[in-house]
């Protein structure tokens, strides 16, 4: 059975705060299929270990103040993933009567335009409070040693480009980048193994392969990762052209039209790569040929017995 850091019976009350939005009235029976759904796609970020002893303490009343701030945290992060998640559920209404929307004399569904906003919003706010989350655990590594030594931290750390480069290159906003590495890293090394190493033997990063990887990795990632996954310019990107089109093309179209804009950025970065590495491979052979001897060249020195002075 999926585990979740939450209490059923004080679910409303206690939640109410840390979900945005002054009217929210949600119970937990409202929301808990999207909540166990996201529930089972968190421990992939964090470790299933640290998640099961986040939520055990916490349905025990055993937690810490440190494990109480992580609790905090995650709780906030589900919470609006969670309503993102369960949006279309609660704008429409399903009966034996069949789907229907809400609409009287004071009450109607929003418009489209206000539902991309909202989810935008909500799935921006969930990145920040995973964001957070992520922070503590790397500055409470000794209190939380099931993050400290899980999988899921050393291959973010393995990364071989990071979140400065994102944020120096194409502008992956602080608020959230942590989640995006997460969720993005492995295109980061999927980039890495097909555009770097298959160009340089021994690679070293420097900021034209850094610059390369990551407009290569956005590219990629518009085509390939969750809606929810994106940052943020990225996904208005999206939300605009669905706007412009009407839908009257496929999402895939669309996404493959903005990561197409990365794409080429991509390439012109590449041939600077590919610039370099004939650059320095040119300065090298001209480098072994002077330090070659000429051939046919008489070595004389003055210690030759049949050399004149």
Not at 50 to 62: E, P, Q, S, W
Not at 103 to 131: A, P, R, V
Not at 172 to 201: H, K, N, P, Q
Not at 213 to 231: D, K, N, Q
Request: charged residues 30%; aromatic residues 10%.
């Amino acid at each position: 059975m999926i585990q979740v850091p939450f209490k059923r019976e004080t679910f409303a009350v206690e939640m109410k705060p840390k979900i945005s939005g002054a009217n929210l009235s949600l119970e937990f029976e409202n929301i808990e299929s999207s909540l166990y759904k996201v529930a089972a796609t968190v421990p992939g970020n964090i470790s299933q270990e640290l998640y099961d002893r986040l939520v055990k303490n916490y349905i025990n009343n055993t937690t810490d103040d440190k494990e109480l701030t992580a609790v905090d945290y995650l709780q906030r992060a589900m919470l609006h993933f969670t309503v993102f998640e369960h949006v279309i559920f609660l704008i429409a209404q399903i009966s034996n009567d069949g789907i229907t929307t809400k609409k009287n004399d004071s009450e109607t569904t929003i418009f489209k335009y206000q539902q991309d906003e909202l989810n935008n919003k909500l799935i921006t706010t969930g990145w920040f409070w995973m964001n957070q989350l992520i922070q503590f655990l790397n500055k409470n590594e000794e209190v939380f040693s099931e993050w400290a030594e899980s999988k899921e931290k050393k291959a973010f750390d393995e990364l071989p480009v990071n979140l400065s480069d994102f944020n120096k290159w194409v502008g992956v906003e602080s608020t959230g980048g942590e989640y995006f590495m997460l969720s993005a890293g492995w295109i980061i090394r999927e980039v890495w193994l097909d555009c770097v190493c298959s160009r340089i033997e021994k690679p070293e990063k420097t900021d034209s392969i850094s610059r390369a990887v990551c407009y290569e990795v956005m590219g990629r990632a518009c085509e390939r990762l969750a809606y929810s996954c994106l940052p943020e310019p990225v996904r208005r990107d999206i939300d605009n052209e669905m706007g412009k089109n009407h839908k009257q093309q496929a999402d895939k179209d669309i996404r493959e039209r903005i990561a197409e804009k990365f794409l080429i950025k991509a390439r012109l970065y590449w041939n600077i790569v590919d610039l370099e590495i004939k650059k320095k491979e040119i300065a090298g052979q001209k480098k072994e040929r002077s330090s070659q001897p000429v051939i046919g060249q008489k070595n004389i020195t003055e210690e030759d017995k049949f050399c004149l002075s």
